[in-house]
């Protein structure tokens, strides 16, 4: 027999879907387990009950005291070890992310991030810009198209994708010799003119870089803390 609603309700809060046996977030992959069981008197209060995951939950309902192998988990560890992760979690955020997909962005950040604060940072209609700046775009084209830097996360690659159109055209204007000319080793606008017929537009493409960043630096900050 399962537990009532309430119950059900109070317990996927408090662990906020993490296992509280082996500490993992795992979303709808959980069960409700009864510490003692309804065979042995069990009920099934909140204080009974431990949220586990498929494979600690078969793990522990494995366990035959008719052939005892390994030591089995007693009423007092599981509850320990469940109020323990209740507390862990409590005021936690969740990490909805794969590991992978937490360390690809990781990765990609401690890469480029100066490089694409500074496009970020800088109006290339009112400042000069390094060339610098134009060869570190288009390494980071080049790598964030490869497979080192495809998501598992829907979400997390299409912002991948945005970004990487976003520096594509960012890369483009400046490259555009109609619009800039070279002096001391910096990109400078000719003219007014020109300045005006791509300003809104880099504008926007400096928007989408600046958002992208934000949501990738979210991912690769979002670990359980």
């Given at each position: 027999?399962?537990?009532?609603?309430?119950?059900?309700?109070?317990?996927?809060?408090?662990?906020k879907?993490y296992?509280?046996?082996?500490?993992?977030?795992?979303?709808?992959?959980?069960?409700l387990?009864?510490?003692?069981?309804?065979?042995?008197?069990?009920?099934?209060?909140e204080?009974?009950?431990?949220?586990?995951?498929?494979?600690?939950?078969?793990?522990?309902?494995?366990?035959?005291?008719?052939?005892?192998?390994?030591?089995?988990?007693?009423?007092?560890?599981?509850k320990?070890?469940?109020?323990?992760?209740?507390?862990?979690?409590?005021?936690?955020?969740i990490?909805?992310?794969?590991?992978?997909?937490?360390?690809?962005?990781?990765?990609?950040?401690?890469?480029?991030?100066?490089?694409?604060?500074?496009?970020?940072?800088?109006?290339?209609?009112?400042?000069?810009?390094?060339?610098?700046?134009?060869?570190?775009?288009?390494?980071?084209?080049?790598?964030?198209?490869?497979?080192?830097?495809?998501?598992?996360?829907?979400?997390?690659?299409?912002?991948?994708?945005?970004?990487?159109?976003?520096?594509?055209?960012?890369?483009?204007?400046?490259?555009?010799?109609?619009?800039?000319?070279?002096?001391?080793?910096?990109?400078?606008?000719?003219?007014?003119?020109?300045?005006?017929?791509?300003?809104?537009?880099?504008?926007?493409?400096?928007?989408?870089?600046?958002?992208?960043?934000?949501?990738?630096?979210?991912?690769?900050?979002?670990?359980?803390?």
């Amino acid at each position: 027999m399962s537990f009532p609603n309430n119950v059900r309700t109070n317990v996927l809060v408090k662990c906020k879907r993490y296992c509280c046996l082996c500490g993992k977030y795992v979303g709808n992959n959980i069960e409700l387990h009864h510490i003692i069981q309804r065979a042995d008197r069990g009920d099934d209060t909140e204080d009974n009950c431990i949220p586990l995951c498929f494979n600690c939950h078969a793990e522990v309902k494995s366990y035959n005291p008719h052939h005892p192998k390994g030591s089995k988990y007693s009423e007092k560890e599981l509850k320990e070890r469940r109020n323990l992760v209740y507390e862990f979690v409590k005021d936690k955020t969740i990490c909805n992310y794969s590991n992978d997909d937490i360390n690809k962005a990781t990765k990609l950040l401690n890469n480029y991030y100066k490089q694409i604060e500074q496009i970020i940072s800088t109006d290339p209609c009112a400042e000069p810009v390094h060339i610098d700046l134009n060869a570190f775009a288009n390494e980071m084209l080049l790598n964030l198209q490869s497979y080192a830097f495809e998501f598992s996360d829907e979400a997390v690659d299409r912002q991948k994708c945005y970004l990487i159109e976003a520096l594509q055209e960012w890369y483009n204007i400046m490259s555009n010799e109609e619009y800039f000319h070279i002096i001391n080793s910096y990109f400078l606008c000719f003219n007014s003119n020109s300045v005006n017929s791509y300003r809104e537009a880099m504008g926007n493409i400096r928007t989408q870089i600046r958002d992208s960043y934000l949501f990738l630096k979210t991912v690769a900050l979002n670990r359980v803390r």
